[in-house]
């Protein structure tokens, strides 16, 4: 990310949901809200119905968002950089940057602009497909608001350059000056209800509790002492991602996996991969609520708790720590993770004594400044977003009010790359995988629902008109495989 949004660590965002109703310009890019994230949504077309705010829509699909939308830009999948960077070259083009702002709050303003110069909406139109006008106007809109809030979600992060994606919004932002104030900034909407939690909890690589970086030494000694380990045992050098985990299961570099309320062989791309890579390791622990397909090919499998039958806290897209009460107890032999995790690490011979979750956040907050004012008998009265550091915090609704975490706002010129992969003889078509409003993620409890699947039984392909027609395919029709021929007088 830019540099203000770097510091945050975990592409959190700047504002609070209750304010999206107070912006009179909403830009949504590589997010079907409506979709994935249906209350957010509502607050959304709420704004334009009732409140007369304008949406700018940057997106190949025709969405529902669109029907809200003053402007859709629909470009070309994997192009984003090249629509946000001419965006930014009619902004600094045509006078309407927040001078103001880029001089107080902002540095690197001047080689970004050299960075853009060249990116006129003609060069992006011929890149992307979206209309030069429409890159001007969109460009207008977003300058001339009075309070424009960028969101964004999976559809621009997952590709190969999805840290520059996550930039090219950012740079947008310091350029108008649409940050550290209600009813802006830079807001990216997580993709389950307490992704934001695992995160902040150190659920990453490469991080501690609060994004504070493995790699820092301070950090490390620091979290020695607080754990009470030897500092010996804290390695510099970051773990490893899924994908490469994956691939060091296929090497033989890894032995044994736990996976923990995940299902990778139902989510996670190239499933017969996967399915080789978890087939390799000696050991394959599972600890779910259900038996799903990742469980099926373990060796032990653990049963855990439902979010309804255990205590403790989730924190949302907008940085609302929030505290969770059981409502049933755990069925059968099943028990809450944390139970489940201190077992283990007590066979293991570690000296872990908690006597519940509340001792495991008191512990974690005294090491995450983020979380230092939080407590569970402040958080039995409501919701609190971070950073609250201290006990007579209120909380912060908006971040980044007259300065940045990291001092000044840089700005980072982007070049832009073309997606890895494109179509070809062999693969004709681009795959954009997405969310349906009836079920949630891989399906692990949504698929259980009558209710649910009756209303989403299965999962649908959808093809442009003209695709179809070609291939000779109907509206309802099983699609198996498409086989392509190199053969110009036949249809795919």
């Given at each position: 990310?830019?540099?203000?949004?770097?510091?945050?660590?975990?592409?959190?965002?700047?504002?609070?949901?209750?304010?999206?109703?107070?912006?009179?310009?909403?830009?949504?890019?590589?997010?079907?809200?409506?979709?994935?994230?249906?209350?957010?949504?509502?607050?959304?077309?709420?704004?334009?119905?009732?409140?007369?705010?304008?949406?700018?829509?940057?997106?190949?699909?025709?969405?529902?968002?669109?029907?809200?939308?003053?402007?859709?830009l629909r470009?070309?999948?994997?192009?984003?950089?090249?629509?946000?960077?001419?965006?930014?070259?009619?902004?600094?083009?045509?006078?309407?940057?927040?001078?103001?702002?880029?001089?107080?709050?902002?540095?690197?303003?001047?080689?970004?602009?050299?960075?853009?110069?060249?990116?006129?909406?003609?060069?992006a139109a011929a890149i992307s497909s979206v209309p030069a006008q429409d890159i001007v106007d969109a460009a207008y809109l977003y300058a001339h608001a009075r309070n424009a809030m960028i969101f964004w979600a999976m559809g621009i992060t997952q590709h190969t350059t999805g840290t520059d994606n996550v930039k090219a919004c950012s740079n947008l932002a310091l350029l108008a000056g649409h940050?550290?104030?209600?009813?802006?900034?830079?807001?990216?909407?997580?993709?389950?209800?307490?992704?934001?939690?695992?995160?902040?909890?150190?659920?990453?690589?490469?991080?501690?509790?609060?994004?504070?970086?493995?790699?820092d030494e301070g950090a490390r000694r620091k979290f020695a002492a607080g754990w009470g380990v030897p500092f010996e045992t804290f390695a510099a050098k970051p773990g490893l991602t899924v994908t490469e985990m994956v691939h060091g299961a296929l090497r033989g570099d890894i032995r044994a996996i736990y996976v923990m309320g995940e299902n990778?062989?139902?989510s996670d791309p190239n499933l017969n991969h996967v399915a080789e890579a978890l087939d390799a390791v000696e050991f394959l622990v599972v600890q779910d609520i259900f038996p799903n397909e990742t469980a099926q090919r373990a060796d032990v499998v653990l049963p855990a708790a439902g979010f309804a039958e255990k205590?403790?806290?989730?924190?949302?897209?907008?940085?609302?720590?929030?505290?969770?009460?059981?409502?049933?107890?755990?069925?059968g032999v099943s028990r809450p993770d944390w139970a489940i995790a201190l077992d283990l690490a007590q066979r293991l011979g570690a000296p872990w004594q908690y006597d519940g979750p509340e001792a495991i956040f008191a512990e974690m907050a005294g090491l995450t400044p983020q979380y230092a004012g939080i407590t569970y008998d402040r958080l039995e009265r409501g919701g609190i977003q971070w950073p609250c550091p201290t006990v007579d915090h209120p909380g912060t609704p908006v971040l980044h009010i007259g300065k940045f975490t990291r001092g000044k706002g840089l700005f980072c010129p982007l070049e832009y790359r073309p997606p890895a992969e494109l179509p070809d003889d062999q693969f004709p078509f681009l795959l954009s995988t997405?969310?349906?409003?009836?079920?949630?993620?891989?399906?692990?409890?949504?698929?259980?629902?009558?209710?649910?699947?009756?209303?989403?039984?299965?999962?649908?392909?959808?093809?442009?008109?003209?695709?179809?027609?070609?291939?000779?395919?109907?509206?309802?029709?099983?699609?198996?495989?498409?086989?392509?021929?190199?053969?110009?007088?036949?249809?795919?």
């Open positions: 990310m830019a540099g203000l949004a770097t510091t945050l660590g975990s592409g959190a965002m700047t504002d609070a949901i209750a304010n999206i109703v107070d912006a009179d310009l909403l830009f949504v890019t590589g997010s079907n809200t409506t979709e994935a994230h249906p209350v957010i949504g509502l607050e959304m077309k709420r704004a334009v119905r009732k409140f007369g705010a304008r949406l700018i829509l940057l997106d190949p699909r025709e969405i529902e968002l669109a029907n809200f939308a003053t402007l859709h470009h070309r999948p994997g192009t984003d950089v090249a629509v946000l960077n001419a965006i930014a070259h009619v902004i600094i083009r045509d006078n309407l940057t927040n001078l103001n702002f880029i001089e107080e709050r902002t540095e690197g303003f001047d080689a970004f602009a050299v960075s853009v110069a060249d990116w006129t909406p003609e060069r940050i550290g104030r209600p009813a802006t900034g830079l807001n990216p909407l997580r993709g389950q209800n307490n992704v934001q939690g695992a995160c902040d909890m150190g659920g990453l690589p490469n991080v501690f509790p609060g994004y504070q970086a493995v790699a990778p062989m139902l205590l403790g806290t989730f924190t949302n897209t907008e940085r609302r720590v929030q505290l969770i009460r059981p409502a049933i107890a755990p069925p997405g969310r349906i409003l009836f079920h949630w993620h891989g399906g692990t409890m949504s698929r259980r629902s009558p209710g649910l699947d009756a209303a989403a039984p299965e999962a649908e392909a959808e093809l442009h008109p003209d695709d179809a027609t070609r291939l000779g395919v109907a509206d309802g029709d099983l699609l198996l495989s498409l086989i392509h021929t190199s053969d110009p007088t036949k249809p795919y």
